[in-house]
Structures are given as structure tokens and as C-alpha cells.
């Protein structure tokens, strides 16, 4: 790092401590962490790396950025250059559209060697089955190792989406599902996601910045750490703001890693180049 990189970096995190009443830490202890660390989410036993092949970049509608632009081919070729850096653990969604693209993927490595997150916004019982045959179908699987309720925005979530709930547990007892939880995209949604003991692993936004989040950052670390110190896991995401804060990665790659509470975390890539750019910054870090 050079001297002028250093002091711009210095500069920002001690921007960021100036408006930081809680006085988290700003970057790891104890040691160098790597994109390829194996962590243990929570009290679930599933073991994954510790950055996640994030599928769904501005995803909606069925598609993404990875699925438009680099297609069936193209974004299993990625996903298996990603598990030969030892990235293993794979984030989709049915609104990401990329199950076609993790099925194509499993061709290229053996299926319980990597770990498959998807998300789904059934409600009710019968439609979260359809959704569970539909998934394992379009991945070319059995089982999926973790199935999240997707973008929960109600306070009352856990009594709206009861149904899928019900089904979801069901699913891990027969092992259909390994793991079960929500991600969510407000602060009310997020507090009953901490109150819920429903709740294996919350998909939380969370950046240095507090961009795109669902409060500020002081807000939503206390949430986070309760979450963490109840048992359950709790996966980063948005760690770039949603694109907005790209010109910091370092600053919110050092934020992430230095997150006690965070087991691991999630980010869309779309090209070999951010794959590797990923791998560097981290390791540098």
C-alpha cells in the first residue's frame, strides 16, 4: 500500500470512528482472514467459506447481472473458478434467476462439496412447497442446504409468512433443507427477525457507511450481535452499499472482516476480474 493510499484510508476510518458512538472495531484482530476461511453458521453446523459467490447483482424479475451478461456458461465457468479459490458457498434467489446457472455448475464439482443458499417468497404452506420441488428441480438437486424468506419488510413477517414457516421446518426435519431463516429490508423486519427463534440465519445489510441499509450503522450492530450472541447465524450483505461505495472497498472489506458478529458475508461478482480483485484486497487486508 502505498503512502497516499494509507493516508486516504487512514483519513476515512477516523471519519468513520468521529461518528461512532458504539466504537466498533474498524479492522480484524487476531490474525489475517481470507475469502476462503471456513466458518460455521451459528448453531446450524453448516459449514461455509467465508465470503459467498453472490448470483444476484441488481437482480429482479428472474435475471441479474450475472445471469443477463454472462449466461448458463458463463456464470457456472465463474462459480467453478470461484470453488477453486475456495469459494464455496453459493448465493441465489428464484428472483436472481440463476438456479439454471448453479445446476450447470454442480456439473463441474461434486454437489456436497459446496453449499447452495436460495430464498423465496412464498407465504403459505402450499406454495412453499411448490417453490422447494420447483428449486431442487431447477438445481438439479435434492436438498438445499439453506432456504431463506426473501426481503421481509413487515414487522409482522413471522405471522404473515407462518405457512412457509411451518413448511420450511418440516423440510429440515426430513432433510430436504439443512437450515432455514429470512433476509430482511427494514428495521422492524430485522428486530422480529432477532425475536424470532424460528430464525437459524439472517441475511442482514450491513456496511461501514450505512448505505442501503435498513438504520444507521450504531443501530443496526446491536441487533445484529444479539442475533449473533442467541445462536443464530448472521450473513453480511450489501457490503458495497449496492454499488455505492465501490471507490471504499477496502474500507468496507476491513469494516466487514473486523465484525465479530458477522459469520460470513455475500457479494455479487460478475467477472474473473472481481474474483480475483476480491482475493487480493482480502488477503491484503
Not at 450505512?210 to 453480511?236: F, H, N
Request: glycine share 8%; hydrophobic share 40%; proline share 2%.
Amino acid at each position: 500500500m502505498d503512502r497516499r493510499h494509507f493516508v486516504k484510508s487512514a483519513s476515512a476510518a477516523a471519519g468513520f470512528m468521529a461518528v461512532n458512538p458504539l466504537g466498533f472495531k474498524l479492522a480484524p484482530e487476531a490474525g489475517k482472514k481470507y475469502m476462503a476461511d471456513r466458518v460455521i453458521l451459528g448453531n446450524t453446523g453448516i459449514e461455509v467459506s467465508r465470503m459467498a459467490f453472490g448470483t444476484g447483482t441488481s437482480g429482479y424479475g428472474g435475471s441479474s447481472n450475472q445471469t443477463r451478461q454472462l449466461g448458463i456458461r458463463g456464470l457456472s465457468d465463474l462459480l467453478k473458478a470461484a470453488y477453486d479459490k475456495g469459494v464455496f458457498f453459493w448465493d441465489s434467489a428464484d428472483q436472481y434467476g440463476s438456479h439454471a446457472h448453479l445446476k450447470e455448475a454442480l456439473k463441474l464439482v461434486p454437489r456436497e462439496k459446496v453449499v447452495i443458499l436460495s430464498k423465496t417468497h412464498a407465504s403459505s404452506e402450499t406454495d412453499m412447497k411448490e417453490d422447494l420441488d420447483r428449486f431442487r428441480k431447477e438445481l438439479g438437486t435434492d436438498y438445499i442446504d439453506i432456504v431463506l424468506l426473501h426481503c421481509m419488510t413487515s414487522k409482522t413477517w413471522p405471522v404473515e409468512k407462518q405457512g412457509a414457516m411451518n413448511f420450511l421446518s418440516q423440510a429440515r426435519e426430513k432433510k430436504i433443507i439443512r437450515a432455514h431463516g429470512v433476509s430482511c429490508h427494514t428495521l422492524s423486519a430485522l428486530q422480529s427477525a432477532a425475536a424470532s427463534p424460528w430464525v437459524q440465519i439472517d441475511l442482514a445489510r450491513i456496511n461501514p457507511a450505512g448505505a442501503e441499509m435498513d438504520a444507521d450503522v450504531s443501530t443496526v450492530v446491536p441487533i445484529l450481535k444479539q442475533m449473533k450472541e442467541s445462536g443464530k447465524a448472521v450473513m453480511g450483505m450489501k457490503i458495497f452499499g449496492a454499488g455505492q461505495l465501490v471507490k471504499r472497498k477496502d474500507e468496507c472489506l476491513r469494516f466487514a472482516l473486523a465484525q465479530d458478529y458477522l459469520d460470513c458475508f455475500t457479494i455479487g461478482i460478475e467477472n474473473h476480474d472481481q474474483l480475483l480483485d476480491l482475493e487480493k484486497r482480502i488477503s491484503a487486508l
